[in-house]
């Protein structure tokens, strides 16, 4: 919940919220190019949660689109890390998608609430938005880049979090083997070997369709491998559009930011926050050469978050788990995709790994409360 003047509470994961129509028409299509929506416009327009404080861009702010990860919806996921420290902030002013079903549905439908999102925004606020996504989040930005590339030109920023881009070798254990057992929707789309992987990947979908900063952590308990060139979360720049990718055991090495951090942790991570400050207050992507990674580095979580905004982001792993465990119905193997991407030619082939998977980080306690951890 959040409290805005008045002492008024505010239900933040609400998925039914009444949004005003836009002045342009973007629905079912706002350029010829995009792919066609299999959701109505209401309910993709009232999962759009739009804090009472919002400026559309009217204070110099630039919107930004928060886009949660499999299992929660934008409220909870955000509302201790990025949601805070943007409503903080001189440079972004936050709305969050309330995905009904929380991001456990088919990939493609939580996707059209990306790109429908994308364009709502920048509509009614007659500007550029940035787009910050968690987990699975980010496969549905990068989709909705794709299938919908009227999107492009309306998002100034892409800002990564734990992304899967390739996918998930962990998420075998909860969907092992087409037919055997069941598994939830986005647990199915989020495998290595997955058909959605290979749709959104192939043809170009794996370089950047806008400035792109992925950031990531080699101790990553969902998603594997996330080190080297074998990380899921590693974006390529064929466009030259700006990509920073950003390991931050590698950026940070020797610090106390370079430790374990989780799939949750990157979300109050000080150098993710770092990068997005600089990415959206410079343009382009995050540049490591633009800030003080010394003194960032030296902090376990970002300024302006507590010991427990830490402590509830990272509680988010088992309210996660539990929606995607309760989610029905499971099919027995991964949804058939749309007619749009299954017809494409598909030129993605997962790789071979055979690499040691780093450990499971400490638990969450001890990741956050280090000696000389600052709450600044």
Known sequence: MFKFKGGTSININSHENQNPDPIVAIYPQKAAEDAPY???EAGLRSAIFIPADFRFGLDGKTPVV??????SFGGEAFQHNFAKLLRGSSFGDPVWLNVPGRMCDASPKNAEHVAYAI????????????????SQGNLSTQWSLKYWPSTRAQVSNFICLSADFRGTVNAWGLCPIPGTVPGTPAVWAQTRNSKFIAALRSNGGDSAYVPTTSIYSATDEVVQPQFGSFASALMKDERN???????VQVQAR??????AYSHEGI???????ALTEDALTHGGPGSLTRINLK???????????SLLDATQTQALSGWCLKSILLFTPKPWREPELPIFAAAEETTYVPEVIDVVVPPVPAPAVAEIAMPGASSA
């Open 119 to 134: 364009n709502y925004i920048s509509t009614v606020s007659n500007k550029q938005v940035a787009v910050i996504a968690w």
């Open 254 to 259: 020797f610090t106390p930011a370079g430790l």
């Open 66 to 71: 928060l886009v949660p990860g499999t299992g």
């Open 295 to 305: 003194s960032v580095c030296m902090h376990r979580k970002a300024p302006g978050l």
């Open 267 to 273: 979300m109050y991570h000080p150098l993710a926050w």
């Open 241 to 247: 559009v700006g990509v920073t990718n950003c390991e």
């Open 38 to 40: 299999s959701l109505a």
